[in-house]
């Protein structure tokens, strides 16, 4: 059992289905605490159900801060003070520049963004009652290059990665360390339907798993006690550049 993991309150948004789902599974069978937070209720109570003692469900619409309020309560009531938040709840908009609805942009900017911000303000408080620890953001490589299509999410992603510098500053002297994670494509519900050809190009040329991310999660929260403000890769190269390129040779 990772020791630094015993006993250990965590909070992980969007934990009902997709890589919040494998987070919880994995944090509680090395010994965690976990609230599975989502808005998808018969999701996350089956999930909870099958984890067993370890987890509870609660009803958390990030971007509704007193529901936020009410999800802190509930940790603290059922396992104690939050030790550890993984703002992981995310949504993926299509559409180009033109083309993209008003509605469905603020609606990502609201989620992915704004509801990150909810859940460090609202946590602030238990994870000082916990003494330390620490938080991390889900962003994706769409936080490191831009994707044609998709500007909202990318926009969100971005947003999300300055927003977690800033509160790696300013939280640095409580103890609580805020980093980021960056996933490339991960076979999840939410990338279902996407184009079959999505990793040709990508220099380790599959669709990562689920469980690849919470290995590097789980560094995050126990081993990665020098590192703040820092973000992690997990893509198959896909940032990394072109595979090959055309350009012939000068002169
Ligand atoms: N799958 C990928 O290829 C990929 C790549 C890079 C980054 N990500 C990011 O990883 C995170 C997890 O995504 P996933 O792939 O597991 O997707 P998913 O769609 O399977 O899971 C996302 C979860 O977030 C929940 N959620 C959505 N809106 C919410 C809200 N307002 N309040 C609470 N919960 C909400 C959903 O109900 C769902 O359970 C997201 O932030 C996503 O942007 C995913």
């Not at 965590?10 to 789902?21: D, F, H, I, Q, S």
């Not at 609202?122 to 938080?135: D, F, H, V």
């Not at 519900?189 to 220099?203: C, R, W």
Request: hydrophobic letters at 45%; glycine letters at 12%.
């Amino acid at each position: 059992m990772n020791q630094g993991l015993a006993n250990q309150v965590v909070l992980v948004t969007g934990g009902a289905r997709g890589m919040g789902a494998e987070h919880a599974e994995e944090l509680v069978a090395l010994g965690a605490k976990v609230v599975v937070a989502d808005v998808l209720e018969r999701e996350g109570r089956a999930l909870v159900d099958k984890i067993g003692q370890g987890a509870v469900f609660a009803h958390l619409d990030v971007t509704d801060a007193d529901a936020w309020k009410r999800a802190i309560a509930l940790t603290e009531d059922t396992f104690g003070p939050v030790r550890h938040l993984v703002n992981n709840a995310g949504v993926l908009t299509y559409g180009s520049l033109e083309s993209l609805d008003e509605r469905a942009f603020r609606r990502t900017i609201d989620v992915n963004l704004t509801g990150a911000w909810l859940g460090m303000r609202a946590a602030l408080p238990s994870l000082r009652r916990a003494g330390g620890g620490s938080i991390v953001n889900v962003a994706s490589t769409a936080g490191l290059i831009g994707y044609a299509h998709f500007g909202a999410y990318v926009a969100s992603k971005w947003g999300l990665r300055g927003l977690t510098k800033t509160a790696a500053l300013e939280l640095s002297r409580e103890g609580i360390r805020v980093n980021l994670l960056h996933p490339g494509p991960i076979r999840t519900p939410m990338i279902e339907g996407l184009d079959a050809h999505l990793v040709d190009t990508q220099p380790i040329d599959r669709i990562g798993e689920p469980h690849e991310v919470t290995a590097m999660l789980i560094f995050l929260l126990t081993e990665a006690t020098y590192s703040t403000g820092c973000e992690f890769v997990i893509d198959g190269g896909a940032t990394l550049g072109q595979l090959e390129t055309r350009a012939t040779q000068p002169g």
